[in-house]
């Protein structure tokens, strides 16, 4: 009956971690990102904006910071492949 005693039992969970960084870019307004309305006042095409402010943040010399670190339960659990460490929670550093 020792050996029963003994046994323990663990659940894996895989988690991931999501670092979200942002940048500040400034788009001027002009024809690549203005539309006329239909009464000919000019305003700005939102969707023209953003695709113009993401181009933008690709650049080499945009400032990306990192702005937040959130671990959560990663939506695809599965096996933990061959090769992939697993850390336990009862051998933590106290």
Wanted: proline share 2%; net charge negative; hydrophobic share 35%.
């Amino acid at each position: 009956m020792a050996e029963e005693d003994d046994k323990t039992y663990s659940i894996a969970l895989r988690l991931r971690r999501v670092i979200y960084t942002d940048v500040y870019v400034t788009v001027f307004v002009d024809d690549k990102i203005s539309q006329e309305g239909e009464d000919g006042t000019l305003g700005i095409d939102w969707d023209k904006l953003v695709a113009e402010a993401i181009m933008t943040s690709e650049r080499e010399d945009a400032d990306w910071q990192v702005e937040s670190v959130a671990i959560e339960v990663h939506p695809l659990q599965q096996a933990k492949p061959e090769g992939r460490a697993s850390i336990d929670s009862a051998s933590q550093n106290s």
